[in-house]
């Protein structure tokens, strides 16, 4: 594949581009392009890209890590939600059979593409990591390697360990089908324009001992539950939960069964989630659903 004129390792060409074609960066979108050609390796290496296998891209902006995946000999799928970038990508890249970029908010389009990916990266906005990342994890569209560039702070969450003040909801979500790696940071000036924020990527593979994908939809939502009243116990924070999903069994025979449950795993009265291990959470959620239907 021909590499097309724009250099993106220069901020002077990338701005000299977006003027010819009439583009402009959106902060909404959280278009900062990665000027680094090193980093860019780095993220390529990264993701062990093989000739022939399928790649999705998630936000490639004007193609700077598109240009390297396509050098590699993959099958690019890009999805793209500035429809200006859309049309500029479509027409840098015209020449290459193996790249085909979709257009609009990629959570409402992934779901129709005929085939699953080997491999998914992108270098994510802060408003959209965690609804991308979830979709993905609920619906078991997991492929052997993602990596993927985000705020620092995102990438501690998402790795984060029990206990600790990042363990979240979505650090139990993420673990529920992933090993969870944050490989290297980058530092603003590595970006055009330059964010105010550090980044992180972050490498996820598929866990040897995953939830299974049939159940991970509804683990994530009691997972939510329990972590939603963070300094409450779960015992406190789960009674939404209960009644949203067992309404038919009277509330005092609920909490009767949770409280039951949490000492049957060796858990005390007043445990929070984020005293738990993924693990442990989900033990608790298999117990807990399967007392609790057979009350019903």
């Known amino acids: 594949m021909e590499t097309t004129a724009l250099n993106y390792d220069s901020p002077t060409s990338i701005k000299e581009f977006l003027e010819r074609e009439g583009l402009w960066v959106t902060k909404r979108f959280g278009q900062n392009f ?12 990264a993701l062990m890209v093989e000739p022939g296998m399928r790649v999705w891209e998630i936000g490639p902006g004007i193609g700077a890590m598109t240009e390297l995946i396509l050098e590699r000999r993959a ?17 840098l890249y015209a020449s290459s059979g193996d790249f085909s970029v979709v257009s609009g908010d990629m959570l409402k389009t992934w779901r129709a593409q005929p085939e699953r990916p080997d491999r998914i990266f992108g270098n994510l906005p802060y408003n959209a990591a965690f609804a991308i990342i979830a979709d993905l994890l609920e619906l078991n569209c997991v492929p052997e390697r993602m990596v993927f560039t985000l705020q620092k702070e995102a990438a501690r969450r998402m790795a984060a360990r029990p206990g600790t003040k990042d363990y979240s909801s979505f650090s139990v979500l993420c673990a529920s089908a992933c090993d969870v790696r944050v490989l290297f940071d980058i530092g603003a000036s590595s970006f055009w324009p330059q964010p105010r924020v550090t980044s992180s990527v972050v490498q996820l593979v598929p866990s040897a001992a995953p939830v299974p994908a049939e159940l991970r939809k509804s683990f994530s939502d009691f997972v939510r539950s329990a972590f939603a009243l963070r300094r409450k116990t779960l015992r406190n924070s789960l009674r939404g939960w209960l009644n949203a999903n067992f309404a038919a069994i009277d509330e005092t025979a609920r909490d009767a069964i949770l409280l039951e449950t ?23 959620y298999r117990q807990l659903h399967a007392r609790v239907s057979a009350s019903c």
């Open 34 to 45: 990665l000027i680094d050609r090193s980093v860019r390796g780095r993220i390529v290496d």
């Open 75 to 91: 099958r690019l799928i890009a999805f793209e939600i500035d429809h200006g970038f859309v049309r500029s990508l479509q027409s």
């Open 262 to 284: 949490l000492l049957s795993l060796g858990h005390r009265a007043e445990i929070r989630a984020e005293a738990l291990s993924p693990g442990e959470l989900f033990a608790l």
